[in-house]
């Protein structure tokens, strides 16, 4: 199993970016795959999580309405459209691949991740 992550940078308040994720060693078209993020000093937060065909997305409460989960099954690419981003969403933004049980995810694998900064 393979992740890597692309696309974090450093961007003002109230700006946008377009995170990708490049998976490859397993069958991607197959998989749930979501996006955590760990802001500095603080412990892993699920962000959004998007089924194996794209037909169902869901998100945490701090990303519900500004930022989107999707996924190019032919292209083997997860991707997290990030707008209106706010200083709380500066961190690293990992890409995981992992299991929905009893309503909450739980990552099994994840890749390097990409670093978001978000400036006021």
């Known amino acids: 199993v393979q992740l890597v992550e692309s696309g974090g940078g450093l961007v003002q308040v109230g700006g946008s970016l377009r995170l990708s994720c490049a998976a490859s060693g397993f069958m991607f078209s197959e998989s749930f795959m979501s996006w955590v993020r760990q802001a500095p000093g603080k412990g892993l937060e699920w962000v959004a999580t998007i089924n194996s065909d794209g037909g169902d997305e869901q998100y945490s409460d701090s990303a519900n309405g500004r930022f989107t989960i999707s996924r190019d099954n032919a292209k083997n690419t997860l991707y997290l459209q990030l707008d209106s981003l706010q200083t709380d969403d500066t961190g690293t933004y990992y890409c995981?691949?992992?299991?929905?049980?009893?309503?909450?995810?739980?990552?099994?694998?994840r890749g390097q991740g990409t670093q978001v900064t978000v400036s006021s």
């Open positions: 995981a691949k992992g299991i929905t049980s009893y309503g909450m995810w739980h990552t099994l694998r």
